[in-house]
């Protein structure tokens, strides 16, 4: 059973989940939009990676016998300077979701809810994953260069790189 404090918290993960896959989706499509077919995909993948982890959560809740609710959800930036504009942005915003998850394993921690402790740890890993999978991408598009032909190669590079290692061989709901 999650405490109304904790299930606040958990609420409003969903929601964070929720706005991270839609603020992917959206660069996915200012990138097909400019062009950048490779990074459209990589993108929507990662949007729809966004949704499972808001499942997981939506889940969890449910199984507690506490409601899951869906909050109101802001609109996505849809306007960016650059390529590195986009990623930048996607790498800070996970730093956003690293603390969001941080503060929100504190609570249970705190609260000595160990089980809801135990299922966020998948998201303590994953966090750690996609930090490192956007920093590797911004220094792909640094390395590469956006340049003449550097853009189109780095679209195809960005096209192959692989989703974050997920730990998604850990059930869904209720953790490890
Ligand atoms: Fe990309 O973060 Fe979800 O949890």
């Not at 606040?8 to 950048?36: A, D, V």
């Not at 809740?61 to 306007?79: Q, W």
Request: aromatic share 12%; proline share 3%.
């Amino acid at each position: 059973m999650l405490s109304d404090a904790l299930l606040t918290k958990f609420n409003e993960q969903i929601g964070i989940e929720f706005e991270s896959s839609n603020l992917y989706l959206q660069m996915s499509s200012w990138c097909g939009f400019n062009g950048l077919d490779g990074c459209a995909a990589f993108l929507r993948e990662h949007s729809a990676e966004e949704m499972d982890h808001m499942f997981r959560l939506f889940d969890y809740v449910n199984e507690t016998g506490a409601k899951a609710l869906i909050p109101a959800l802001s609109r996505p930036r849809s306007e960016f300077e650059s390529i590195r504009d986009v990623f930048e942005t996607t790498y800070k915003h996970e730093q956003f979701v690293t603390g969001k998850i941080n503060e929100l394993v504190h609570a249970a921690f705190t609260e000595h809810d160990y089980s809801a402790f135990n299922f966020l740890q998948w998201y303590v890993a994953e966090q750690h994953e996609e930090e490192a999978l956007f920093k590797k991408v911004i220094d792909l598009v640094d390395m590469v260069g956006t340049d003449g032909q550097g853009l189109f190669y780095l679209d195809r590079e960005i096209s192959k790189v692989q989703g974050s290692a997920s730990p998604s061989d850990a059930p869904p709901g209720g953790g490890a």
